[in-house]
């Protein structure tokens, strides 16, 4: 594996010339809070906060996407032709973006590149994208990452890792197009031979910081039927106010809608996030709606990411640990305490939330 | 708070053993700083999940809409002017409710807090007029009163104007209240600035929705946003869009709005869009005298006609 050393001197100059290549996305301060966006030109990422407010989805799959546009001026040459919105000129690079984050791309992936199904919006701006990870020295309180398949050093999705020593980052090359992104940007220079050192112990130390976790073991093992019919999801949805705080700051929401907006003879076709914790989400053209209900939304919601994906790819939970939810959820539902009680199902006597 | 806390745990316990209601709702400890978690108990042995504490913020008259079994709701000022409101718009009714009132001294502004400390924030803790912040490596003690939500800075109606049960004396109401220094400042800002002014306070929304969905107000079957057949608003983040949305929610709050706070608190991305709401319950004050869920006997600015209204806005 190599390893590069970046001075922090040559942070911004780096930066300038790999954004003469690539479109630059990192953590920038807007107001009180750290967003995941795109950097304006000589824009430095802010990497001194922990996860952006919003995760890093954006930056493959925007919250509203142009797909296809059109005109019926008879007058325009590309009358009556629908054209494919352009796509971005320049590859993109998520600079400073938190494993787990990155990590999320992979889960997501599984949805927008099936075998059989390929979402080509979607599969285009992730394959034109490098992921520039920073390691997580100092994880939060609600991080719960290593219980639900990465952690802060994890190298999955990853392109580059980059840990923090002082007045350099230390850069882990895990891919080719890392490789490229650091040539792009200047950066040559070797690190010292202890750099592997440097990461496991930088690891090792992080892991340990680490609180908060979650139960998935009897996950897979539990009759999917048994809970969806468990007593407990009631008590859980009472405080739910149904908004989309928690599948809006997610990495690994990945719902949306197509939407058709059409002005005078001008109309495009876009596709925006969506909520399976909005009724709308699942009303039916008869008007009927099968999750009419918000305790059967709030119930849809965490059994697709604690169960149903589960069962479905067999590979752990759709969460990556991130903390979002738990932050910032209006009313405090805590998927820590969701993903106990789906555990621990049929073995706790009583499967109260309190 | 203890006290109250106690208090509410008794008042629940006697309701639900004498059979007087069928639900308590209130307020159970949070699994983070500054947040608890509103909750319903049917059982007495599990009142003592009941909470009291400056992070009740969340007005539980939006759990009230349109249900039908026999409730007591624990209300502070805000909430029970909700209660009233909702009770005059015919969304629950009065005989339904057993009101547990908890004279309110302002809830924590949990954004500040955090904003304020040196890092991250794991345990605040109230003692009396002060709050202590503690996280990795810190701690730090403000004065209460200096860390009150917006909103609850400048209540004044922090008792309940209707309830069943009172869980303690009445707290003073605050006086000399300028309630409306906010709004002022913006209304003195030229049209341009008013223009960027608002574009930037909307810019971090992402149409979750929080603030109509934590809003006691919003309980239409389908909001205006959701109307798909015709579709009135688009969905996407265009900012035409975005404003729309909160500018007619705004207007649908008018006369109606007690400045709960609950918008903004539940707003992931710390919005103050009660900036819009305030407005128009400054305008309900100036033109008819008007403040919201006061009175169950007197029906609101907006749903009477009176011979002598005024009309000024006629030009």
Redesign the interface.
């Known amino acids: 594996m190599k390893y590069i050393r970046i001075d922090k001197a040559q942070w911004a100059q780096g930066l300038a010339a790999a954004e003469k290549a690539y479109r630059l996305f990192g953590p920038v301060r807007e107001g009180a809070m750290l967003n995941f966006a795109a950097l304006a030109p000589g824009q430095a990422p802010d990497l001194d906060g922990l996860n952006t407010r919003m995760s890093a989805r954006s930056v493959v799959y925007p919250q509203s996407e142009i797909l296809f546009e059109y005109t019926v001026d008879p007058n325009d040459p590309d009358g009556n032709v629908l054209k494919e919105a352009p796509a971005p000129a320049k590859p993109a690079a998520a600079v400073g973006i938190r494993p787990c984050d990155a990590y999320s791309f992979l889960l997501v992936r599984r949805n927008f590149d099936a075998p059989d199904v390929k979402d080509v919006y979607w599969l285009r701006n992730y394959e034109a994208t490098t992921f520039i990870g920073l390691a997580c020295d100092h994880p939060g309180s609600t991080c719960f990452c290593t219980s639900a398949g990465c952690g802060p050093y994890s190298e999955q999705g990853l392109d580059v890792l980059l840990q923090d020593a002082g007045d350099a980052y230390l850069a882990k090359i895990l891919t080719d197009k890392g490789a490229a992104f650091l040539a792009a940007a200047g950066w040559f220079t070797e690190a010292p031979a202890d750099s592997e050192g440097c990461f496991s112990a930088g690891k090792e130390a992080a892991e340990a910081k680490i609180t908060s976790t979650v139960e998935t073991d009897r996950l897979a093992e539990i009759p999917q039927m048994a809970l969806y019919d468990a007593n407990f999801w009631e008590d859980i949805a009472f405080s739910c106010i149904n908004c989309g705080t928690c599948t809006y700051l997610c990495p690994t929401c990945w719902c949306f809608d197509i939407q058709d907006e059409v002005r005078g003879k001008h109309g495009i076709r876009e596709r925006n996030w969506d909520s399976c914790m909005f009724p709308l989400f699942t009303l039916h053209g008869s008007g009927h709606n099968p999750r009419g209900q918000k305790v059967q939304r709030v119930r849809q919601r965490f059994m697709h990411k604690l169960k149903y994906y589960v069962d479905k790819y067999g590979d752990g939970i759709q969460c990556v640990g991130c903390g979002r939810c738990i932050q910032y959820c209006p009313v405090n539902i805590d998927i820590r305490k969701v993903c106990q009680l789906m555990n621990r199902f049929g073995q706790d006597a009583a499967c109260k939330v309190a | 708070m203890i006290a109250y806390t106690d208090k509410i745990r008794d008042i629940a316990r006697r309701l639900l053993k004498d059979c007087r209601v069928e639900t308590v709702i209130g307020f ?5 700083p500054m ?6 108990i049917k059982n007495v042995d ?1 009142v003592d ?1 009941l909470i009291w504490d400056g992070n009740c913020g ?1 007005n539980l008259a ?2 009230l809409t349109n249900r039908t079994d026999k409730i007591a709701v624990v209300a502070k000022g805000c909430d029970s002017r909700n209660i009233v409101t909702h009770i005059i718009e015919n969304k629950i009714k009065r005989e339904q409710l057993v009101i547990i009132g908890v004279p309110c001294k302002g809830m924590l502004d949990k ?1 500040r807090i955090k ?1 304020m400390a040196p890092g ?1 924030v ?1 345990r605040v803790v109230e003692d009396g007029e002060s709050v202590r912040v503690c996280g990795a490596g810190f701690e730090k003690t403000y004065p209460r009163k200096d860390m009150l939500q917006a909103n609850c800075a400048v209540c004044i109606h922090r008792n309940p104007v209707i309830y069943d049960e009172l869980v303690a004396d009445p707290v003073p109401e605050q006086q000399n209240v300028d309630r409306y220094e906010d709004v002022r400042a913006i209304e003195a800002m030229s049209a341009e600035e008013k223009w960027t002014y608002f574009e930037n306070l909307l ?2 929304c ?5 603030c ?3 809003c006691p107000l919003c309980y239409c079957p389908t909001c205006f946003v ?1 109307e ?1 057949t015709p579709q009135w608003v ?5 900012p035409v869009d975005v404003r729309t949305f909160h500018f007619l929610r705004a207007y649908h709050c008018a006369g109606r709005c007690t400045d709960c706070g609950s918008c903004e ?6 919005i103050n869009m009660r900036v819009f709401t305030k407005k128009l319950e400054k305008e309900a004050f100036e033109q008819w005298g008007w403040e919201a869920g006061l009175s169950l006997d007197q029906r609101p600015p907006l749903d009477t006609y009176r011979p002598d209204d005024p009309q000024d806005f006629m030009k």
Do not use: L, V, W
């Open positions: 159970r400890n949070g699994s983070m947040m608890n978690e509103p909750c319903f599990d999940h969340i939006n759990y954004r904003a991250e794991t810019a971090p992402i149409r979750c929705y929080a109509r969905n934590a959701d798909s688009g969905k996407s983040q265009n608190r539940a707003c992931p991305m710390g």
